[in-house]
């Protein structure tokens, strides 16, 4: 199933309405800025089209709760990924999403931003429906970064890809993001430091690399206090433990008073930080079950699912 045109588009236009804003960050992109001119300008033509008719922009509340209600999602018809799911995460609560692969962990995450509409049931985030929410604002709200997230230029420094989400940070916000990231000293030793390119979808970096800078990116995003909602989506698979574990030591702190999923194949990484933890259990009847760490420890789960 394709995600629906409309939602799609709104995507597209809300991403490159941000990145004509940051464009002057980077400097001469050279040769691809053209037809990337000419994406926006058709992008932003469609905008319009796109946001008519949304609700004015909604009351936040202070703490935003996500709720999955009977939801039903397949991409493919004969095929079901979520069958009737129903969980509630309380607002400001830290919730760890453990399962098998392919049992539909991203997939939950992604209909909480939108990227796809539950075919039958609903997600609520903060109390209303997701399809109620100006696309906007739910996507400003709720932040997901996963395994291969990010957002990488080909001519962008590392300086001003690391505050893509934020274009007026200081070089010390940049550093701070880092450090907390675990990349600082990585960066450090490059013979051009932040001067350096990360490359076309951060090709100039190793897959570690590149999802510690997306981390630092996220950080400085989340300093935006619209956002409520977090959604870490394996954004730490390809690092060994230890940096795992330093890397959410750091941010926790940030996210006090925000909503936070995390889905992590090393639930270990997660178990003294989350409150609960959340089995999704079978691959195309994914049922939550809340467990507590001593029933996880010797549940069916095979180790490191
Ligand atoms: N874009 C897609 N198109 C078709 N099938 C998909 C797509 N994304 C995921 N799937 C399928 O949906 C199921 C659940 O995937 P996913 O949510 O990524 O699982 P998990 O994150 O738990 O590993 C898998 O069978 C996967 O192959
Ligand atoms: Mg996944």
Redesign the pocket.
């Known amino acids: ?1 394709e995600p629906c045109s409309s939602i799609f588009i709104c995507c597209l236009t809300s991403f490159c309405g941000s990145f004509s804003g940051y464009a002057g960050l980077f400097g001469r992109i050279g040769e691809a800025w053209q037809p990337i001119q000419s994406f926006l300008k058709i992008s932003s033509a469609t905008s319009a089209l796109a946001v008519k008719g949304e609700s004015p922009v909604a009351q936040v509340p202070a703490c935003v709760s996500v709720e999955f209600r009977d939801v039903e999602f ?3 018809p004969v ?1 079901p ?1 979520l069958d009737r799911l129903s969980l509630f995460v309380e607002g400001a609560r830290k919730v760890g999403f453990v ?10 995450l ?1 209909l909480v931003e939108r990227l796809y509409d539950a075919q039958s049931g609903s997600v609520f985030v903060g109390g209303k429906d997701v399809r109620q929410w100006p696309l906007r604002q739910l996507q400003r709200i709720c932040t997901c970064l996963s395994q291969n997230g990010g957002v990488f230029f080909s001519e962008a420094t590392l300086l001003d890809t690391i505050r893509f989400a934020k274009p007026a940070a200081s070089f010390l916000e940049v550093v701070q993001a880092a450090t907390l990231a675990c990349i600082h000293d990585e960066i450090m030793a490059l013979q051009d430091g932040y001067q350096s390119r990360a490359g076309e979808h951060g090709k100039n970096l190793s897959g570690g690399q590149r999802q510690r800078v997306a981390i630092a990116q996220a950080l400085l995003s989340l300093q935006d206090p619209e956002k409520k909602v977090v959604l870490l ?2 954004c730490t698979s390809n690092l060994d433990p230890e940096t795992e574990a330093s890397i959410l030591r750091n941010i926790w702190p940030l996210l006090d008073g925000k909503t936070v999923i995390v ?1 992590t194949h090393r639930f270990e990484a997660v178990e003294d930080l989350v409150d609960e933890v959340v089995a ?1 259990q079978e ?1 195309r009847a994914a049922r939550p079950i809340p467990l507590d760490r001593t029933a996880l420890a010797a549940s069916a789960f095979p180790a490191g699912c």
């Open positions: 199933m397949g991409y493919r095929e990924v399962g098998r692969t392919d049992c539909g962990k991203s997939t939950l992604k989506d394996e889905v999704i691959c």
